[in-house]
């Protein structure tokens, strides 16, 4: 059984950083592309980032990029989402999700295991 959960969620102030990590069990982490979504209230599940099986191959949103830095950890079976620079409209739940494929893809439904999430509240 999949096994993904979420932490480092919590309230800071625009500009702050924080630091997300999802731990996997149940799966051969390290075979599977990983990815960050989130979701605020009214809105979509958007993508955020992922990375392939490696490490080598990422993918940003652009309302991201250059601010959030994914990278994995495949002897742990972590994957952590460094956020620095956080706006108010980073907001919103923040999900890790495996995506078994072999592309690394920005839409939903290309992942196949979800977590349960963690609140992200950035302040203005």
């Known amino acids: 059984q999949v096994q993904l959960v979420e932490s480092g969620g919590g309230l800071v102030q625009a500009g702050d950083s924080l630091r997300l990590s999802c731990a996997a069990s149940?799966?051969?982490?390290?075979?599977?592309?990983m990815g960050w979504f989130r979701q605020a209230p009214g809105k979509e599940r958007e993508f955020v980032a992922a990375l392939s099986w490696s490490g080598l191959t990422r993918s940003y949103a652009d309302s991201v990029k250059g601010r959030f830095t994914i990278s994995r950890d495949n002897a742990k079976n972590t994957m952590n989402l460094q956020m620095n620079s956080l706006k108010p409209e980073d907001t919103a739940v923040y999900y890790c999700a495996v995506n078994r494929g072999s592309n690394i893809g920005r839409e939903p439904r290309t992942y196949d295991h979800w977590g349960q999430g963690t609140q992200v509240t950035v302040s203005s």
């Open positions: 149940g799966v051969t982490f390290s075979r599977y592309i």
